[in-house]
């Protein structure tokens, strides 16, 4: 009974995520949460970390959600879901509810890969029957670009900011969808909103799955990233040609990479879209830069050597 | 009639927990509260309850998943101690600012640092401006009787806000005593099903919890808040009337002993209240007319009736078991702002004892009701804020 996924079918289908709301034009974070709602064929109820997308979208006596909501605070989203979810099964098992209901978060990197790690990984542990997204883009946007774990080496931020003598961020990112798949969940991707497709069909096997499920999703941030309003989906392809951001997915820890770019674009045509990363194209920074394209080189090979090793198990 | 047994004040946390028999419970482990939710651990293991036991990774995470069960739509309960009270009081606040009813064993004990285990009230007092109704019990049995209460302060229409009830680590929590559970059913019936208000899991009817208030609303949030929060003091009087039909036992705002005609008195919370009720005997036998008041209700506090039950004396001590470094014990900070709503009152003292779970013997209320006395007779205060108990 599943709405297949055409444009046609889908725009018939209401948005869960009402407009209005004060997210930035061009923010990565309403497109991204648009399409996984739109993906689902099951009724929702969200919880959402403190960040951009939740002090946008609910600023009271206003609300965008229209389906069930909850934030409480920062670094908790995972747990709270889970409490939520800990409820349904509850009221289910004793039969004082009779819904069939999925459960989902919504965090940035910083609530994500951050201060929210701990509760993100317990919930994970404990096997929940929770989607976690993570809107990443990269720095804690909503406090005015401080760099996160999932800062990319190299970027200016307010708190790594290019100087005279450090140029940027000094550390590479964390790989936090590693991370999610490494607790052995059913379903762990990376995905992006300019392969819409490609997202929603993760959204949809990560709702269906019966267990905690993780969803890390590129979100440019015009704000942070120093990019018009108007390349949001360039910037995320031009990730995935240069395999900043490869999009791919376990199954039950079986690794497939969704998409291989024919020729793969260098780092630096991604790098000199942004205004983060102007300063790594001054003279002496050659270095800076080769490190950085050999990091996801390396990356690389590992994602293609890791599929073809479970393709052979 | 309920069954008269001997257990520690951990095992009847654990029963009421059984026999109120929550919907979600979600808690991490900590001395000395552990034993509350291990015991609570066998009835779900051996399904004594219906109960989904949240085993999160973290304090933080427990209280988060509390205010998510609870706001999904149905009871929740956990229990905690000390740090662990400490590392959900960013959470304490959001469950009380959404209107979250939960209710909390907490099992007192000292705040790091120095590293304690031991009983005394700087978890809870920390804790006391987090929006939560707190409710101190001086042994097993009222911890018993204040938890099966707390489930229907907490719900009630008027109230909605989370509750914790406190109990000493150590001197109460894992002493044996002789005390009486109810019947499973009386306390069924006692506390009634749940009534969820807008529950997450309507999805007919979706709600948003938790949004961005900005200056324009939020004065308005709090004040709605402070006046649920005041509405639970005519609740709890409610409740305690209804309670004393199925088990005998009164409960009040606070306990009065022997204050009617009190000339000095001690205000004492906890279990050391009961070491002190003996010595108040003590000096009644030598026509020195002593007496008690133990805080029950400590949020809200009920200045008004306190401030009443104490004008008459000439000399008051409030004894605290934590402290506000800097400032006076946080009883007495309450007691001083009970007196000032009348025009008489008495010269008040404050002693701090028994931190860190340092005893409390007679001899310590002994000599502070000498003292008292003293105080009334000649109008003289040696200090007004003082340790005692401690080694020289």
């Known amino acids: 009974m599943s709405t297949s996924l055409k444009l046609k079918e889908l725009s018939r289908k209401e948005e869960l995520l009402t407009g209005g709301h004060r997210m930035c034009a061009g923010c990565g974070a309403p497109i991204i ?28 006596p206003y609300t965008s959600w229209k389906i069930p909501w909850i934030h409480s605070a920062f670094e908790n989203a995972a747990a709270t879901i889970s409490g939520v979810e800990s409820m349904y099964r509850s009221l289910k098992k004793q039969g004082k509810l009779d819904k069939d209901l999925k459960f989902i978060a919504f965090g940035g990197d910083g609530g994500t890969y951050d201060i929210g790690l701990q509760s993100l990984s317990g919930a994970m542990e404990r096997g929940h029957d929770i989607v976690y997204v993570c809107y990443d883009n990269g720095a804690y946007m909503n406090t005015g670009i401080q760099r996160s774990s999932a800062t990319p080496k190299g970027a200016d931020t307010t708190t790594s900011p290019a100087g005279t003598v450090k140029q940027g961020k000094q550390q590479p990112r964390k790989n936090m969808t590693k991370i999610m798949a490494a607790h052995n969940i059913p379903y762990a991707a990376q995905a992006s909103p300019s392969n819409w497709r490609d997202l929603m069909t993760k959204a949809r096997k990560a ?63 991604f790098l000199k879209t942004q205004g983060r990363f102007k300063h790594l194209f001054n003279p002496g920074n050659e270095g ?12 690389w090979e590992l994602l293609l050597k890791q599929e073809a090793c479970d393709k052979s198990n | 009639m309920g069954k008269l047994l001997a257990v520690t004040g951990n095992q009847a946390m654990a029963e009421a927990m059984r026999q109120i028999n929550p919907d979600v419970c979600a808690a991490y482990p900590i001395t000395p509260s552990t034993e ?10 051996d399904g004594a309850v219906d109960t989904e036991l949240v085993t999160v990774e973290s304090e933080h995470s427990a209280m988060s998943a509390c205010i998510g069960a609870a706001a999904a739509g149905g009871r929740v309960m956990t229990a905690t101690s000390s740090q662990g009270l400490a590392l959900m009081w960013e959470m304490l606040h959001i469950a009380s600012g959404n209107r979250i009813p939960i209710v909390l ?59 914790m009830v406190c109990m000493d680590g150590f001197i109460i929590s ?53 006046e649920a929060t005041m509405a639970a003091r005519d609740v709890t009087l409610e409740v305690a009337k209804d309670f004393a039909k199925i088990s005998g036992r009164s409960y009040g705002l606070f306990e009065d002993y022997k204050l009617d005609d009190a000339d000095i008195a001690l205000v004492i919370l906890n279990s050391a209240a009961g070491t002190a009720k003996d010595v108040v005997d003590e000096f009644r036998n030598k026509g020195i007319k002593a007496g008690i008041l133990k805080p029950r209700l ?36 309450e007691i001083a702002s009970a007196l000032m709503i009348n025009s008489s009152r008495p010269i008040l003292i404050n002693k701090i004892y028994g931190l860190g779970g340092r005893d409390f013997f007679p001899e310590h209320a002994g000599a502070v009701l000498n003292e008292l006395k003293e105080i009334a007779a000649t109008g003289n205060v040696k200090t007004f804020k003082e340790y005692i108990g401690y080694r020289d």
């Open chain 1, 33 to 60: 949460v648009r399409q996984i709602l739109l993906a689902s064929d099951r009724p929702l109820i969200a919880s959402n970390a403190t960040g951009c997308l939740e002090v946008s979208t609910t600023i009271f």
């Open chain 1, 207 to 269: 709702i269906e799955v019966d267990g905690p499920a993780f969803l890390n999703v590129i979100s440019p941030c015009n704000r942070g990233w120093r990019t018009p309003t108007n390349v949001t989906i360039e910037l995320c392809k031009t990730a995935i040609e240069t395999c900043f951001w490869p999009l791919y997915e376990y199954e039950d820890g079986k690794l497939t990479v969704n998409y291989k770019p024919k020729e793969i674009k260098p780092v630096t045509e």
């Open chain 1, 288 to 299: 800076l830069l080769k490190q950085i394209q050999d990091d996801i080189d390396r990356d």
């Open chain 2, 36 to 45: 509350v939710m291990q015991r609570f651990s066998s009835f779900v293991a």
């Open chain 2, 105 to 163: 064993t907490l099992v007192n004990r000292a705040l790091s640092a120095p590293l304690n285990i031991h009983g005394d009230h700087s978890d809870s007092m920390g804790a006391r401006d987090c929006g939560w109704i707190q409710i101190y019990s001086e042994n097993g049995q009222e911890a018993y009787d204040n938890l099966i209460q707390a489930v229907r302060i907490a719900e009630h229409e008027d109230v909605r806000l989370p509750a």
């Open chain 2, 174 to 226: 894992h002493s044996i005593e002789s005390m009486e559970y109810l019947d499973d059913q009386v306390v069924r019936d006692f506390i009634g099903s749940f009534t969820p208000t807008y529950p997450l899991l309507d999805n007919d009817n979706p709600v948003t919890y938790g949004p961005l208030v900005l200056p324009d609303y939020f004065i308005e949030f709090k004040k709605a808040q402070h």
């Open chain 2, 298 to 333: 400590f949020r809200p506090f009920p200045y008004e009736e306190v401030g009443d039950a104490l004008k008459n004396t000439k000399a008051v001590a409030v004894l605290d078991r934590s402290d506000s470094y800097g400032g006076f014990g946080p009883g007495y900070m």
